[in-house]
Every structure is written in structure tokens, then in C-alpha cells.
């Protein structure tokens, strides 16, 4: 018996390691099996993501494409502040062969519909505080208020710095504690990083 088990994973162990395939794309409209990438060795996950942010930066960002577990966080990554300024960006990860070929599109965060909650608010680039002296809506699943200082990076380019308060998702409020466990946990999608500096939450009402 112990004979048959050392053959069996002496051939497991020759055995070629196929790769995992996603969908490779920075469009929506390019969503084929035309468009397919085989990952590289580490990269075992699947991704699709976009994102949409009117903050320190206007940014519209989608990605198709390959990943490691360490680098992919599911989820909805959402805050509302004053101003118009806010950020919606949803993560897919999965793990099997073209299993990101979900079509997301960019989420229009003026079109999601107040819950009932609110929060104190306020919003600037300048410094790292500011007076909530106003209260915004929370939005869509946003349920949590927030007091944020971070980052948003292009890349490895220097990040915008900003300060906010304001409404978010719980998702949203997990980054700083992701960041915790090294710099590739960071939340991303494609080359836009969020980078949490400090980040206090608690239950809106």
C-alpha cells in the first residue's frame, strides 16, 4: 500500500502544473475568449474589479486579469463624504478557469439610494483634520461612519493624500486592518491603491 502512495505522488510531483486562465482586459467591451491570460507562477486567483472615485483624484478604472491571494480582496469599497466627493470600488476574486468574466460596470454613485443613515461629514486634501460640521447620506450598503486619513496611488507614483468623515461600507472600513499583515495585502485594483494611514469606524444611525 505504502508502495502504490509513494508511486502515486512521485507522478503527482512530475506532473506539469497547468495554469490557472483569467480573462485579461481593461475594458468591458474587450470581455472574449480572445482576451484570455494564462497567470504566472504564484498568481492563483482570477480578479475583476472597477472602480469610480471623485475625491483627490477623478478616476474611472477597470481590470480583468490575473492575481495572487495575498493581493485579492472581494468586496464593496465604498465611502460617501461632503461635496460630491466619494469612492465606489467593487473586487471579484475567484479560482477556477475564466471565472471573471462577470460584467461590471462603473458604478454612477449618484444613482444609489440614500438607506436612512447618516453621518458627520467633511472632506479636504490640505491638512489631516477637518470639522464635520455638516451630516451626508449614507448610501447603497454604507453603514458604517467613518473618520479616514490615507491615500489613493497611481501605481508606485506618489498617492494623493486626503482626509475625510463620512459614510462607508463595512468592506471599506476592513483596509487598515488588511494593510497589518505587509504591503501586499493593500486594497487595489489594477494600478489605483488605497492606502489607510488612520481609519476609526463605527455603526451609523
Known amino acids: 500500500m505504502k508502495a502504490v502512495l509513494s508511486t502515486c505522488l512521485f507522478w503527482a510531483m512530475l506532473s506539469p502544473v497547468v495554469p490557472l486562465k483569467c480573462i485579461s482586459a481593461g475594458d468591458t467591451t474587450e470581455l472574449s475568449a480572445e482576451n484570455v491570460s494564462e497567470c504566472k507562477p504564484g498568481q492563483d486567483l482570477c480578479v475583476a474589479g472597477v472602480l469610480n472615485t471623485k475625491s483627490v483624484a477623478n478616476r474611472e478604472e477597470v481590470f480583468y ?12 469599497y465604498s465611502f460617501t463624504s461632503t461635496w460630491g466627493k466619494f469612492l465606489d470600488m467593487t473586487i471579484h476574486c475567484c479560482s477556477s478557469d475564466l471565472c471573471n468574466n462577470e460584467t461590471l460596470t462603473i458604478p454612477d454613485h449618484n444613482a444609489l439610494t440614500p438607506n436612512g443613515m447618516q453621518c458627520p461629514a467633511c472632506f479636504t486634501a490640505r491638512s489631516q483634520n477637518c470639522t464635520s460640521d455638516k451630516t451626508v447620506d449614507c448610501l447603497g450598503n454604507e453603514n458604517q461612519c467613518v473618520r479616514f486619513e490615507g491615500a489613493l496611488t497611481e501605481g508606485f507614483n506618489k498617492g494623493h493624500k486626503f482626509f475625510f468623515r463620512g459614510c462607508a461600507t463595512e468592506d471599506f472600513c476592513a483596509i487598515k486592518e488588511k494593510q497589518k499583515k ?14 489607510a494611514r488612520k481609519e476609526n469606524c463605527y455603526n451609523a444611525s
Open 65 to 76: 486579469g490575473c492575481a495572487a491571494t495575498e493581493v485579492c480582496h472581494s468586496g464593496h
Open 182 to 195: 505587509g504591503f501586499a495585502n493593500l486594497v487595489r485594483i489594477g494600478n489605483s491603491i488605497v492606502t
